[in-house]
């Protein structure tokens, strides 16, 4: 079996990777919070888990993966403050809390569908598991790491020497409002494990504890639902960079504490997606979804060929200009595909090369490399690049076999008139300077005698 390495972050080394069991990989990654649409941001975070796992399955391995549904505690603050975000989209969307997650759920789902993310094993929402998220609670305290304030059960971090291990943060210098409010908690870095909901609560979702009626902690659910369907210590545990601070350090140390083991062996975070300059957030309010990409006649995919031009371990800057250029090369490599015959014979050649790059820590945009290489070796014949450029995307995730040639968008028809009126009035530089804005978009105009043509760029 090939090798594969990743860059550790607990380690922060780039590593063999050794699984557990032999052939076998113990995959965790943290899902969405379903509050609301996810942006284009979140998608590429489950986009680069999808091509991880793919990589993994190219080489042999059985893929055991588990995502979390966060459908309850996660607060408008990561100082364990604010509201809870499914509670207070309630309001907004004047829904119960139940049906805000289950409509978000389903959109999430969609989406990922849409960016050809294969689906994990098992989807587990963080309300299937609060019986073992109180028991987990239960062995914490049993063990002396949680103590009581005003709103909650919270864990003591000072009781552990190597909090922190995962960020590397000098936490010790951090102080009342550096991250968190203090309130009554010990220690800057303590975190809730349980919830009081307030008096006269109007939530949809609370339970009753041995602490007292309210709700789970954020981080408790990937513990539990890790442990439960994984076991502990398991092999990878993915998420977002913005989660190496608190939330995957918190569940590391309620997860060694509670059951004095390793929680993963291995941990790989995904830079952000960026726009002027900042991260995308959906608290923002100015995320882009695959909805706008739709609105636009942009294909999903193409954010996904976007997504591959960039290595996850650094930002992925994003433009319209970017994503429409992705989708005209999207388009152009499936058009062209599209040509070749079928029954070709795959390339070890360059299945050899691909798959020495995309095993050294998923390299997306050197493994993209060799596809538009193949394109143009000329010594290979036309339905070979097609069989060996098709059994590559079976990590890379296009879904180039099912690819069909899009329609013209209508804005474009719309240019190309206007375009057509512009060369009738004999206005000839608005009709260049509108064929150039057509080319800029993917699209060739082609004149004949007394009508013109619309094709893609080729």
Not at 56 to 67: L, R, S
Not at 74 to 87: I, P, Q
Not at 352 to 379: E, H, R, Y
Request: aromatic share 12%; hydrophobic share 35%.
């Amino acid at each position: 079996m090939n090798k594969i390495y990743l860059s550790n972050t607990i380690t922060k080394k780039k590593e063999e990777f050794i699984p557990i069991k032999k052939n076998r990989v113990g995959f965790y990654s943290c899902g969405p919070t379903v509050y609301a649409y996810p942006h284009i941001g979140n998608m590429r975070t489950y986009i680069m888990n999808d091509i991880l796992k793919r990589t993994f399955v190219f080489n042999g391995y059985i893929v055991k993966h588990i995502m979390n549904i966060t459908d309850v505690g996660h607060l408008t603050s990561d100082a364990d403050s604010g509201e809870d975000k499914l509670e207070k989209a309630k309001l907004k969307e004047k829904k119960s809390a139940w049906d805000i997650a289950k409509y978000y759920t389903d959109i999430f789902k969609d989406y990922s569908n849409q960016l050809n993310i294969l689906p994990p094993t098992k989807y587990v929402r963080a309300t299937d598991c609060i019986k073992q998220q109180i028991k987990l609670v239960k062995i914490l305290d049993k063990k002396g790491y949680i103590y009581k304030t005003k709103d909650g059960m919270y864990f003591d971090t000072s009781k552990l020497k190597d909090y922190g291990k995962l960020s590397g943060q000098d936490l010790k210098s951090l102080k009342a409002g550096a991250r968190i409010d203090m309130a009554d908690k010990k220690n800057p870095t303590d975190f809730s494990v349980w919830k009081f909901s307030p008096e006269n609560s109007q939530r949809d979702m609370e339970w009753k504890s041995p602490w007292g009626i309210g709700f789970p902690g954020w981080h408790l659910e990937c513990s539990v639902i890790s442990t439960k369907y994984l076991s502990q210590p398991f092999d990878i545990h993915t998420g977002g960079i913005e989660h190496i601070p608190i939330h995957h350090t918190n569940e590391i140390a309620q997860s060694e504490a509670a059951y004095g083991k390793k929680m993963a062996n291995y941990w790989i975070h995904f830079e952000h997606l960026i726009m002027r300059e900042a991260k995308m957030s959906k608290s923002s309010g100015d995320s882009i979804t695959l909805n706008n990409l739709k609105e636009k006649n942009i294909n999903p995919l193409a954010l996904r060929y976007l997504t591959l031009q960039t290595h996850y371990s650094k930002h992925l800057e994003f433009s319209w200009d970017s994503l429409n250029a992705a989708y005209i090369a999207y388009n152009k490599l499936g058009n062209k595909l599209s040509t070749f015959d079928n029954n070709g014979t795959v390339n070890m050649k360059y299945i050899n090369k691909f798959n020495s790059v995309i095993n050294d820590d998923i390299n997306t945009p050197q493994a993209l490399a060799i596809i538009w290489t193949i394109m143009k070796d000329d010594n290979i014949k036309d339905e070979d690049k097609k069989a060996t450029i098709y059994s590559i995307d079976n990590v890379l995730g296009l879904n180039l076999e099912m690819y069909e040639v899009p329609e013209i968008p209508t804005n474009i028809i719309e240019l190309a008139d206007k375009r057509w009126q512009a060369k009738k009035n004999k206005e000839w530089d608005i009709a260049d300077n509108l064929r150039k804005e057509i080319f800029s978009k993917g699209y060739t105009i082609k004149d004949l005698a007394d009508k013109y043509i619309i094709i893609a760029n080729d």
